[in-house]
Structures are given as structure tokens and as C-alpha cells.
Antibody
């Protein structure tokens, strides 16, 4: 069965860095676009970034451009999110998700909490 | 302020039907497919509808999606107490070159 398991979240001070990882299993990882979506405590969903199956196409939401980098290692079935210059407003649960069709996120990880303290 | 507009809450009685609207503009809903998600408290969102009207395997046909112009609608028939959750719409915005979501709608089954 499809599984997405995030790791790497935690408490970090404003201006600090974190690297989130997502281990994928149960499907051919290299054939799927992947994305990161976050949810601040008590708030709605916010799309963060996505990466094409080969890694050649990447997009980011404006608020993270220049600070966050998405990448993948298809040989290791892994997705990453390098987060630098973190701000209080980056505090959220970060979900690793698989893209289905043209626009749909069909499998979600359990999420990893990132807390940025000022 | 979310790019897509959803009503904050909707409610209906068990067994009834409810619709949740999602409003956008040409650059997002007007030119791209919409997806819908259900989020139960304390859990990750679950995909209900993708590419505007397709259901993933395992999603009952009580859930339906439609899209016209710059708006999309999620329909839920035969409401059950287990349908009480937050519902989100999402799509791609071609002008922003970014994914966008609505602010979410809380469904209460009275």
C-alpha cells in the first residue's frame, strides 16, 4: 500500500534551517509528481511547492521563494524540503503528498510539525 | 485571505443533500481543474474529487464535483454524521504559477 512518511520537523529559532524528508513506498515513486502542503495551527491548507517526476519542473508559493528548496531522489524514493531563513509564519504541519491526475493530491503523509520560535 | 472563496460553514440534516461552493477567477478555476478534500479533526486531508469531477477509488458516489466558469461545487448526498468535517477546494493558478486553496468550509450534520 502507498505510504508517505515525513521526518525532520521540530522546534527551530527564527532565521534557522530545517530539512524535511519524505520516504515513499508502495508505488513507483519516479513516475509521480510530488508536493508539499502545509497547515498552520487552526488554519486552512496552504500549497507550498511541487516537483515533477524527473525533478526538472519546480514551483513554489511566493511566500517561500528564495528560502525553501524542494528536491527528490528517485533512486531512494525520497522527497525533500530544505527550509532556510525560517520565520514564525512558517510554523505549520508539513504534509508530503502525491499528485494524481492534473490536479489532485491522493495520498498524504501523517505530517511533520515545524515550529519556528521568535 | 484565501485566493479561492468558500462559505465558512454549511449545515443540513442527516440524509439530506448539501452543496459547497468554491469561487475563483479566470486564472485559477476558469482555466484549471479543481480538487476537493475532506479533513476530519486531527487527521490529514482526504481527496474526494480531482480533475473537477473524478472520484478516486474508494470514494462513494454520494460525493460529486462540478465546475462552471470561475466556480466549482462539491455536492454531498445522503448526509451522515461521519461527514462532519472541514472541506477544502484547490486548484492551480496560472497567473501565480502556484497552487491555491479555499479557506475551508465546516460541514455540520444537524
Amino acid at each position: 500500500q502507498v505510504q508517505l512518511v515525513e521526518s525532520g520537523g521540530g522546534l527551530v529559532k527564527s532565521g534557522g534551517s530545517l530539512r524535511l524528508s519524505c520516504a515513499a513506498s508502495g508505488f513507483t515513486f519516479s513516475e509521480y509528481y510530488m508536493s508539499w502542503i502545509r497547515q498552520a495551527p487552526g488554519k486552512g491548507l496552504e500549497w507550498v511547492s511541487y516537483i515533477s517526476s524527473s525533478g526538472s519542473t519546480i514551483y513554489y508559493t511566493d511566500s517561500v521563494k528564495g528560502r525553501i528548496t524542494i528536491s527528490r531522489d528517485n533512486a531512494k524514493n525520497s522527497l525533500f524540503l530544505q527550509m532556510n531563513s525560517l520565520r514564525a509564519e512558517d510554523t505549520a504541519v508539513y504534509y508530503c503528498v502525491r499528485v494524481l491526475g492534473t490536479w489532485g493530491f491522493d495520498y498524504w503523509g501523517q505530517g511533520t510539525l515545524v515550529t519556528v520560535s521568535s | 485571505q484565501s485566493v479561492l472563496t468558500q462559505p465558512p460553514s454549511v449545515s443540513a440534516a442527516p440524509g439530506q443533500k448539501v452543496t459547497i461552493s468554491c469561487s475563483g477567477i479566470t486564472s485559477n478555476i476558469g482555466n484549471n481543474y479543481v480538487s476537493w478534500y475532506q479533513q476530519l479533526p486531527g487527521t490529514a486531508p482526504k481527496l474526494l474529487i480531482y480533475d473537477s469531477d473524478k472520484r478516486p477509488s474508494g470514494i462513494p458516489d454520494r460525493f460529486s464535483g462540478s465546475q462552471s466558469g470561475t466556480s466549482a461545487t462539491l455536492g454531498v448526498t445522503g448526509l451522515q454524521t461521519g461527514d462532519e468535517a472541514d472541506y477544502y477546494c484547490g486548484t492551480w493558478d496560472s497567473s501565480l504559477s502556484a497552487g491555491v486553496f479555499g479557506g475551508g468550509t465546516k460541514l455540520t450534520v444537524l
